[in-house]
């Protein structure tokens, strides 16, 4: 009896771990079409990323997410909203950008993002920050 009472008050209270917490990590892909008709975007700079030139006719975007001190149920929560989802506004100023503005987490919630866009090569980057469509 008497063991049975240091297992389940005192253990808890004795600073070890409660529930679990633990780094987790997952690539992302995402393929966003670019229209024939498009001859120039922009990519938005709110995250740093890294472009590389491809053959093919879409933009590919691969994310790294690695959060530290959350749950992995959180973590599931995370990567099916739409914070690392990318798209293409065609009506304003044609910028390649976030789904959703980031946010901060919270809660001793560590969050590191590594972008890399793959863009096709036929778009060169010119000073202005656009790549345009080179012929």
Do not use: C, N
Request: hydrophobic share 45%; proline share 7%; charged share 25%.
């Amino acid at each position: 009896m008497f063991a049975r009472f240091l297992v389940i008050v005192l253990l808890p209270g004795m600073g070890l771990p409660g529930p679990l917490y633990s780094q987790w990590s997952k690539t992302l892909h995402q393929v966003v079409d670019l229209p024939d008709t498009l001859s120039a975007f922009s990519i938005s700079k709110d995250i740093p990323f890294d472009t590389i030139f491809w053959i093919g006719s879409d933009i590919l975007v691969e994310t790294r997410v690695v959060m530290t001190g959350i749950r992995e149920s959180g973590f599931g929560y995370w990567l099916a909203s739409d914070r690392y989802r990318w798209t293409l506004d065609l009506e304003e100023d044609r910028k390649f950008r976030p789904l959703t503005a980031r946010r901060l987490l919270g809660g001793g919630v560590e969050e590191m993002v590594a972008l890399r866009i793959h863009v096709p090569e036929y778009f060169l980057p010119s000073p202005d920050g656009y790549f345009r469509l080179h012929e």
